[in-house]
């Protein structure tokens, strides 16, 4: 539980799914960081992690490690763990998390900020890729071509919720749900033309289906495809398959996406850009959690320099991303 | 002279060449913004530019105008130019350059920093697409990817550098030169293979050549191709073609290029993730101009923060470079 003879970073796991999995991986490529615990909720007897050497803690006695731990990644999820959790430990721990639901990231982060100000520690919030380097990126572009527009395509890759509504349905013993881009679509965004592309235009669903024994395949194809929100808005495509090909042909968690802006310059607007940045992921939880623990590096540096509150990507001045001092970043990747 | 009633950045622009031109275009689009002045070495009443109702300066007057202009953009060549200037402005003004000899960075960092910080102003160098955007692309993946490998590929795009070296041949009446991204090369790198890529596997370098009239072809065509470092280490293609093509079909500055890096992840490094940025730009010059537009709003906030000395755009929280409020970013982008 003792830093390192480098001081390295001690970092904390809370909550041990794919994404605290993926951390467990992230920290070992970084060696300046060093992971001293986990917490869960379930048994901590119960937790059999890829680190057998590091301590599992029940969350109810993570207070106790408030001097053992420079930041605490948060791995549970936006529905209901993070909008908790996140704003309670900020008050004690500097802090990370993943927080993706676009639509309350004010709300969230005005919470999580005011603990963290009050605790005087360091937050930071809706770190990933999107929101994340997706977020970045659209920052960055739309700063340097005002005249322009964005366009975030997601994919190909796995949605756990849609993946997850389909298997709420009548009849499916599993299911894997793809959301896919559009060539066409990208194709019309790279042109610079600025389509005005409807949901249906941008992004294809496929679903691999395995069903019950004598299900009526008819009736689920429907219900999936006509499913609102989810599926209705989009061309879906629905195969069925067994068990055994789920298994060996859709276990992975792939992902990815393409941010893309196109702008005019020139006095006349006679000329036209395009900056494009593009993900493709074999697997997403690892990629999200290279991304937190690259920004857990920054958080503690900001939290040593007295930067308190609630930080998102958008604060954050690149050098700090990285284990290379100033003087090496300019010499070797400026 | 004056600042709008919104508190307009001022800006000044030093040099009116190519890149000038694209600042004085880029001022245009970003209303918080106001271009005050000119400065050129040549007789300020023979300048003829964009925007008449902006006084023109000679650069021997321009210590005169140290309480009128809030950020200095120096638009001239990393050769002779920025070594000199942008020390000998950074003492009195604020500044952003462009200066792109990769090799010289951390001397013409030290010597502008050592000016900022005695002046107590605020410098930026290096803004652009690369050294810029690709710089701070190559930051932040190869922070996420730790274990991987990256690569920047240039191109397509016109080469003012390789075009002036064929010009100076006998017998060249004017050329152009385009440098060409390797497809092969780029799809081996998508791969996640890591390859190891020679001078030769990663570019070609494509030349539309005006000749004399009589003059020796093969001649022409051998001085370019064995040209030693423009071109000896590529595989270089010759066309020669009328003085009325070459203005047709060659008079654009297009340019571009990839930053792609490949790494793992995984406790047996079993996925491979793609991070790639790129551009595809009708203008260089405009947008480098763009770029360097949005840091000079950076530059202007760090200088009201009390931020002396010299920065990078590795030292800019992206924030500072858009108009938007934290808020606003916070709801609308991340």
Redesign the interface.
Known sequence: MKAGMFMSIRIGIFGYGNLGR?IE??I???PDMELVAFFTRRDPASLVT?TPEVPVYHIDNVLNFKNDIDVMILCGGSATDLPVQTPNLARHFCVVDSFDT?AS??EH?NAVDKAAAEGEKTAMI?VGWD?G?F??????A??????GKDYTFWGKGVSQGHSDAIRRIEGVLDAKQYTIPVEEALTAV?SGAEPSLSTRQKHTRECYVVAEDGADLDRIRRDICEMPNYFADYDTTVHFISREELIRDHSGIPHGGFVIRTGK???NK??????????????NP??T???IV?FA?AVYRLYNEGCYGCK????????L???LS??E???K??
Chains 1, 2 share one sequence.
């Open positions: 993926g991986s992230a070992r490529q970084n890829k676009h990231i004010p982060f809706s929101p380097m977020s970045l990126n659209r920052l960055y739309g700063a340097i071509l005002p005249e790279r310059t020139g006095l006679e000329n036209s850009h395009v900056i494009e940045y593009s993900l493709k992921l074999d697997s690892e990629f959690a290279s991304v690259t590096r998102t990507v958008f604060d954050v001045p690149p050098a991303l990285s284990p100033a003087e970043l300019r010499k990747l400026l």
